[in-house]
């Protein structure tokens, strides 16, 4: 089973800041199978890049990923007040989908 | 598409958890879509439950497939959960959710249900 480890727990920033989340998988995985998704207090996980560098619906291009083998990051360029919130990367190969523990982005 | 979570949000110890999906706005039985049990405790966070594609076929996540068994019921636009022998380790908001069809990632999500096990 591929454990994926993301860092740092916490990242605290100021809108406008660049943030750089990272997520480090326990085996060598296809980028092609990663996905990063946004959570807001009280709500369910929101879809924002998946695939090798996909954004999904609705994702602005502030938004970016990189990486590969064991170790992906997700970029946000500029951070809006709107994209404070916790960021989790998940992964799917065996027939099994895991997640990371997640990095909360905060406001500094 | 929208799904929304129903259910029992308590639980008594060694009874068995069932919940509802119900598929809004989009068809369990429509294309190559996979739905769904996902949960989300404060010492697990997200963890995979398993699946189910309208033509009734299941993957359930080795750590809970011994107690795991999702059914679908397309009359309904449903697809359901049941979680048996439950324990306070299985206090967590639960959500369903749909895969993308042909891509293993979530693109809808319910709103998500808590449901606690306490006696």
């Known amino acids: 089973e591929i454990v994926l480890t993301q860092s740092p727990g916490t990242l605290s920033l100021s809108p406008g800041e660049r943030a750089t989340l990272s997520c480090k998988a326990s085996?060598?995985?296809?980028?092609?199978?990663l996905a990063w998704y946004q959570q807001k207090s009280g709500q369910a996980p929101r879809l924002l890049i998946y695939?090798?560098?996909s954004r999904a619906t609705g994702i602005p291009d502030r938004f970016s990923v990189s990486g590969s083998g064991t170790d992906f990051s997700l970029t946000i360029s500029r951070l809006e007040p709107e994209d404070f919130a916790v960021y989790y990367c998940?992964?799917?190969?065996?027939?099994?989908?895991?997640f990371g523990p997640g990095t909360k982005v905060d406001i500094k | 598409v929208q799904l929304q979570e129903s259910g029992p949000g308590l639980v008594k110890p060694s009874e068995t958890l069932s919940l509802t999906c119900t598929v809004f706005g989009g068809s369990v039985s429509g294309g190559s879509h996979y739905w769904s049990w996902i949960r989300q405790s404060p010492g697990k966070g997200l963890e995979w439950i398993g699946y189910i594609h309208h033509t009734g076929s299941t993957n359930y996540n080795p750590s809970l497939k011994s107690r795991v068994t999702i059914s679908v019921e397309t009359s309904k636009n449903q697809f359901s959960l049941k979680l048996t022998s439950v324990t306070a380790a299985d206090t967590a908001v639960y959500y369903c959710?749909?895969?993308?069809?042909?891509?293993?990632?979530?693109?809808?999500w319910g709103q998500g249900t808590l449901v606690t096990v306490s006696s």
């Open positions: 998940q992964h799917y190969g065996s027939s099994l989908f895991t």
């Open positions: 695939g090798a560098s």
């Open positions: 085996q060598t995985i296809s980028s092609s199978y």
């Open positions: 959710a749909r895969d993308q069809g042909g891509s293993p990632f979530f693109d809808s």
